[in-house]
């Protein structure tokens, strides 16, 4: 097992920056997932681990060693990819065995390596098959099973789980999460896939056009993002936003949107409220935390009109008009909104996050809140 360190580095193609300037450790037996949109560097990180992408500045280490300069087969890595990269002609057995030979892995230690990873992904009934007599899900079984046999000190898996469908996205998920709990190798993980970041990463890197937005638990991010692309990236439905400004001071201060659409501030904020009055800022709130009602203590109410209701068994999601802006709520089904209904929408201010507008960056005592709330 070994540790992934990421010292400063970057990759630059030509005149084009794909990874700025990345600080990153991985512990050793972490199980880390890379997430963020399309092109946003997370294959090429990846790739610089595994030694097959230079790397343009900085050091990466593997354990203590730096890396920059060694082989791709002197890592001691094994990656797992998209496609499954099976070979037609043999079976099962020998293209788990493959690698090994190749490597010059006495016989029997190959038997040994290929008939315990076969049953810690279950694969024995299939050792026989050729590939083209497997399904999507088995094949990458094989893909994995593949790495396994390695016994390598982290693996490398680049949105293993696309080529599948929905249901066995899931089951396989599981067992990818099952496998690591049980071999303890250090995973680094490369998905666009939200849902999959939070289910599988015991912490997750949200990447965003080369940079680094935030690196934390899948709870910290979803509590305390620290800015306003990882608030809106992780959590499904996303996080409405509503632009606003500070109105007022102390006890009074209140966030005042577009056509009088206005909230409480927060009494973590009223202290600074005066110091901020007329600051661009962004409210975010997530569709979960909203509900039909009444304003509690320490929450806030507006209006909204419902436009399309969803139901969906035990919750409904509402798509609202708040002030000629679109929010989202998810509520109990129970309340059978119709739409055209005008439903009164209450939000506890301690699920009230508020970013910078100009930098997207949450504000400096939301910061110092995520920093006590989540100790490094
Ligand atoms: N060999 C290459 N030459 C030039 N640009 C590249 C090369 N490989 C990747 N890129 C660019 O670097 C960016 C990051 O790519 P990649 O790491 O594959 O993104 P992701 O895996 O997050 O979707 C993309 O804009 C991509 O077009
Ligand atoms: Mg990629």
């Not at 009223?270 to 110091?275: K, M, N, P, Q, V």
């Not at 969906?312 to 509402?318: D, H, P, Q, R, V």
């Not at 930098?359 to 110092?368: Q, V």
């Amino acid at each position: 097992m070994a540790t992934v360190t990421f010292d400063h580095v970057n990759k630059i193609y030509g005149d084009f920056h794909a990874v700025k300037d990345l600080n990153l450790e991985i512990g050793d037996g972490e199980f880390m997932v890379l997430v963020g949109p399309s092109g946003c560097g997370k294959t090429t990180s990846l790739r610089m681990i595994a030694g097959l992408e230079e790397i343009s500045d900085g050091t990466l280490r593997i354990g203590d060693r730096v890396v920059n300069d060694v082989p791709p087969k002197d890592r001691d890595i094994a990656m797992v990819f998209q496609s499954y990269a099976l070979y037609p002609h043999m079976s099962v057995r020998e293209n788990l065995a493959f690698g090994l030979k190749l490597r010059k892995v006495p016989k029997p230690e190959i038997e040994r390596r290929v008939n315990e990873a076969a049953e810690t992904i279950q694969l024995q009934k299939l050792l026989d098959r050729k590939p083209k007599e497997l399904s999507g899900g088995q094949r990458q079984r094989v893909a994995l099973g593949r790495a396994i046999v390695r016994e390598p000190a982290v693996f490398l898996m680049d949105e293993p789980l696309s080529n599948l469908d929905a249901k066995l996205r899931v089951q396989t998920r599981a067992e990818i999460a099952r496998l690591h709990q049980r071999l303890k190798t250090t995973v680094v993980y490369v998905t666009h896939d939200q849902v999959e970041a939070m289910t599988m990463g015991s912490r997750i890197a949200v990447m965003n056009e080369g940079l680094l937005m935030q690196v934390g638990t899948p709870q910290a991010l979803y509590d305390t993002p620290l800015n306003r692309f990882v608030a809106g990236f992780i959590g499904s439905p996303s996080m409405n936003f509503v632009d606003v400004t500070v109105d007022g001071s102390g006890d009074t201060a209140r966030l005042v949107g577009p056509s009088d659409w206005a909230l409480p501030t927060p009494q973590r904020l009223r202290g600074i409220a005066g110091d901020i009055a007329g600051k661009k800022l962004v409210a975010g709130f997530r569709p979960e935390h909203l509900d039909i009602g009444e304003a509690e203590p320490d929450s806030g109410t507006f209006r909204a009109r419902a436009d399309v209701v969803e139901y969906l068994g035990n919750e409904e999601l509402l798509h609202l008009n708040a002030a000629n802006q679109d929010v989202v709520a998810i509520v109990d089904s129970e309340h059978r909104v119709k739409p055209g209904d005008i439903v009164n929408l209450s939000l506890p201010l301690s699920k009230l996050h508020l970013f910078d507008s100009e930098t997207g960056e949450a504000l400096t005592t939301e910061r110092a809140n995520a920093a006590e709330a989540v100790p490094a």
